[in-house]
């Protein structure tokens, strides 16, 4: 065969598998899509029949919005305000502190509303008032708590309107403690079910709401007191209104705001809030039954750290603070941390982010916090957390045993001078950390009491008249001043992989450090860091850990995606 002919048919078989290869590859994307597709998460449901205005329903313990209609219009909500007047009375006061009815509270409200017969001059506890207030809508009861805990209606409406704020409401404003007309006095649904959820959330609020009925003692009107119920029908079993799992509620009507409900019910797990705006009777019940129906129907609550593998656990086999921690993890997820899911999803069709914007809101011990979303829809939150108990049980476990005498004096004061060492090392982030005592928790109970002296000494100097310390001891020692240490076997398996994420991890901490310019950024971060000096951990350390398990666990679950195991029914 001719050198050209070769030179053709290698041209020529060169083409035929650059084709082969481009038709593969548009094969392999294609089968990607249709893949993708297939295993789309479920859509979210919908399909509620509410003939009100406006109606929401919420998971109380997550916060995510099952449905809504019209959830941020503007409507007037009548004696649902009570709500809030309780929230804050409850946040406020003491239940057996006494409250006086003035001429103002009596009188300064319309002819024919709602009220427990109460008079000028007439003393209840706190506890009375805020049944009379809740059961029997009595706004002669909530101008008397208002002007006990602000000293008159005008300034306890400021306090309102400064909680509705913290709650995240944006469509709400107050100007009085009953509900009674206003034109400033407005909110929504779904600022109603924001602040429900709260007063939800507090047990003295559920207890005296979710009570059928409740005897105010004698007063000058009712010498023989007054036994008082509560007016929503869906807590009562002798209504055909009666659902099932009712905790409370509160229900509300001006001619001005119409119908207006506010419920809170238990079932199957989980615990859900719907608020009606502008409804009419008796629909509104039945717009409630609906939207309960339609929430305990389709969705799961589910607890986070029963079901999340990326991001737990983070640690094992590793050293916090010199106290070497085999198998459980030294950062744990919230136990308590929930999301909510439709029935028809699973656990992997949420997607996780993990941030370290830690609020004074957040629980103490939180080092990072992971929100969940499904669909963009955010549907819950839970924690990573310093696991205390962990580290109180390492510490005792792993005291050194007292030699006696001056050797024993020495330890003690060697080791406070490490751990005096230990804890200045971040000074610039945690001021004044060393003296403040918080971070005993991380410290072994062998270091309690020793005298802060030794930290004048360098380590390697034993000072005149003190006993050289034993080997064993001195290996401790070193080992305690060492924050955090990966074990040999992890090195060799992240190899040159930890490196570089370390390295990445090192560089992006301080070009981000370096670019925080606002104070309240700032003090975030220090909180963080606080947090973490706590435990034992650096930053850059946790975050090479991370994203070690983040990578591993994001090709394992690309590998498996199509195995869908986990179904909620």
């Given at each position: 065969?001719?050198?050209?002919?070769?030179?053709?048919?290698?041209?020529?078989?060169?083409?035929?598998?650059?084709?082969?290869?481009?038709?593969?590859?548009?094969?392999?994307?294609?089968?990607?899509?249709?893949?993708?597709?297939?295993?789309?998460?479920?859509?979210?449901?919908?399909?509620?029949?509410?003939?009100?205005?406006?109606?929401?329903?919420?998971?109380?313990?997550?916060?995510?919005?099952?449905?809504?209609?019209?959830?941020?219009?503007?409507?007037?909500?009548?004696?649902?305000?009570?709500?809030?007047?309780?929230?804050?009375?409850?946040?406020?006061?003491?239940?057996?502190?006494?409250?006086?009815?003035?001429?103002?509270?009596?009188?300064?409200?319309?002819?024919?509303?709602?009220?427990?017969?109460?008079?000028?001059?007439?003393?209840?506890?706190?506890?009375?008032?805020?049944?009379?207030?809740?059961?029997?809508?009595?706004?002669?009861?909530?101008?008397?708590?208002?002007?006990?805990?602000?000293?008159?209606?005008?300034?306890?409406?400021?306090?309102?309107?400064?909680?509705?704020?913290?709650?995240?409401?944006?469509?709400?404003?107050?100007?009085?403690?009953?509900?009674?007309?206003?034109?400033?006095?407005?909110?929504?649904?779904?600022?109603?079910?924001?602040?429900?959820?709260?007063?939800?959330?507090?047990?003295?609020?559920?207890?005296?709401?979710?009570?059928?009925?409740?005897?105010?003692?004698?007063?000058?009107?009712?010498?023989?007191?007054?036994?008082?119920?509560?007016?929503?029908?869906?807590?009562?079993?002798?209504?055909?209104?009666?659902?099932?799992?009712?905790?409370?509620?509160?229900?509300?009507?001006?001619?001005?705001?119409?119908?207006?409900?506010?419920?809170?019910?238990?079932?199957?797990?989980?615990?859900?809030?719907?608020?009606?705006?502008?409804?009419?009777?008796?629909?509104?019940?039945?717009?409630?039954?609906?939207?309960?129906?339609?929430?305990?129907?389709?969705?799961?609550?589910?607890?986070?750290?029963?079901?999340?593998?990326?991001?737990?656990?983070?640690?094992?086999?590793?050293?916090?603070?010199?106290?070497?921690?085999?198998?459980?993890?030294?950062?744990?997820?919230?136990?308590?941390?929930?999301?909510?899911?439709?029935?028809?999803?699973?656990?992997?069709?949420?997607?996780?982010?993990?941030?370290?914007?830690?609020?004074?809101?957040?629980?103490?011990?939180?080092?990072?916090?992971?929100?969940?979303?499904?669909?963009?829809?955010?549907?819950?939150?839970?924690?990573?957390?310093?696991?205390?108990?962990?580290?109180?049980?390492?510490a005792s476990s792993h005291q050194v045993p007292a030699s006696g005498g001056e050797g024993e004096s020495a330890l003690n004061t060697d080791q406070a001078a490490s751990e005096a060492a230990s804890s200045g090392e971040n000074d610039e982030a945690v001021p004044d950390a060393a003296n403040s005592g918080e971070n005993d928790a991380a410290v072994p109970d062998a270091a309690a009491g020793q005298s802060p002296e030794g930290a004048q000494y360098p380590e390697e100097t034993v000072p005149q008249g003190?006993?050289?310390?034993?080997?064993?001891?001195?290996?401790?020692?070193?080992?305690?001043?060492?924050?955090?240490?990966?074990?040999?076997?992890?090195?060799?398996?992240?190899?040159?992989?930890?490196?570089?994420?370390?390295?990445?991890?090192?560089?992006?901490?301080?070009?981000?450090?370096?670019?925080?310019?606002?104070?309240?950024?700032?003090?975030?971060?220090?909180?963080?860091?606080?947090?973490?000096?706590?435990?034992?951990?650096?930053?850059?350390?946790?975050?090479?850990?991370?994203?070690?398990?983040?990578?591993?666990?994001?090709?394992?679950?690309?590998?498996?995606?199509?195995?869908?195991?986990?179904?909620?029914?």
């Amino acid at each position: 065969m001719k050198p050209n002919e070769n030179t053709e048919r290698l041209h020529d078989m060169t083409q035929l598998i650059k084709r082969m290869s481009a038709f593969l590859l548009c094969l392999m994307l294609l089968m990607g899509a249709f893949t993708e597709t297939a295993l789309a998460a479920p859509d979210w449901p919908s399909g509620v029949s509410v003939q009100a205005e406006s109606g929401i329903v919420i998971d109380a313990d997550t916060g995510t919005v099952l449905w809504g209609q019209n959830i941020h219009n503007q409507y007037f909500p009548a004696s649902i305000t009570k709500i809030m007047t309780a929230l804050i009375v409850i946040e406020k006061c003491s239940l057996d502190e006494t409250v006086t009815f003035s001429h103002n509270a009596v009188f300064n409200v319309e002819a024919g509303s709602s009220n427990a017969g109460i008079n000028e001059g007439d003393k209840l506890s706190v506890k009375d008032c805020l049944y009379a207030l809740l059961l029997k809508s009595a706004n002669e009861s909530a101008n008397a708590l208002a002007e006990h805990v602000a000293g008159s209606t005008e300034a306890f409406a400021d306090m309102m309107n400064a909680r509705a704020k913290e709650l995240g409401c944006t469509d709400t404003h107050f100007a009085n403690p009953s509900g009674l007309n206003d034109p400033e006095h407005y909110t929504s649904t779904y600022d109603m079910a924001l602040i429900a959820r709260a007063a939800f959330l507090n047990p003295t609020f559920e207890e005296i709401d979710s009570t059928t009925y409740y005897k105010l003692p004698p007063n000058s009107i009712n010498p023989e007191g007054l036994t008082i119920y509560p007016g929503h029908k869906m807590l009562k079993k002798s209504t055909p209104y009666y659902y099932p799992g009712i905790v409370g509620g509160k229900t509300g009507y001006t001619t001005l705001a119409g119908n207006t409900l506010v419920t809170c019910a238990k079932k199957n797990g989980l615990k859900l809030i719907a608020v009606i705006l502008k409804g009419s009777t008796p629909q509104y019940w039945t717009d409630t039954k609906n939207l309960l129906d339609f929430g305990f129907e389709n969705f799961v609550s589910v607890r986070a750290a029963d079901h999340e593998t990326k991001y737990s656990p983070v640690s094992s086999d590793l050293t916090f603070g010199g106290l070497t921690l085999d198998k459980p993890a030294a950062l744990i997820l919230d136990p308590d941390g929930r999301i909510i899911l439709p029935k028809t999803a699973e656990f992997s069709d949420a997607e996780a982010t993990l941030s370290y914007d830690i609020s004074d809101s957040d629980p103490a011990n939180a080092v990072a916090k992971i929100c969940y979303r499904y669909n963009e829809r955010q549907i819950g939150c839970t924690y990573l957390e310093t696991n205390q108990a962990l580290f109180e049980s390492a510490a005792s476990s792993h005291q050194v045993p007292a030699s006696g005498g001056e050797g024993e004096s020495a330890l003690n004061t060697d080791q406070a001078a490490s751990e005096a060492a230990s804890s200045g090392e971040n000074d610039e982030a945690v001021p004044d950390a060393a003296n403040s005592g918080e971070n005993d928790a991380a410290v072994p109970d062998a270091a309690a009491g020793q005298s802060p002296e030794g930290a004048q000494y360098p380590e390697e100097t034993v000072p005149q008249g003190e006993t050289e310390l034993p080997k064993e001891t001195e290996d401790y020692r070193e080992k305690a001043l060492r924050p955090f240490e990966i074990p040999a076997i992890a090195w060799i398996i992240l190899g040159s992989v930890a490196g570089v994420a370390l390295l990445g991890a090192l560089i992006t901490f301080l070009i981000i450090r370096k670019n925080r310019e606002t104070q309240e950024y700032h003090f975030r971060h220090e909180q963080r860091l606080k947090r973490l000096q706590d435990s034992g951990v650096s930053a850059d350390e946790f975050n090479n850990l991370i994203e070690q398990r983040r990578s591993s666990y994001t090709s394992k679950r690309k590998k498996g995606r199509g195995n869908r195991h986990l179904k909620f029914k």
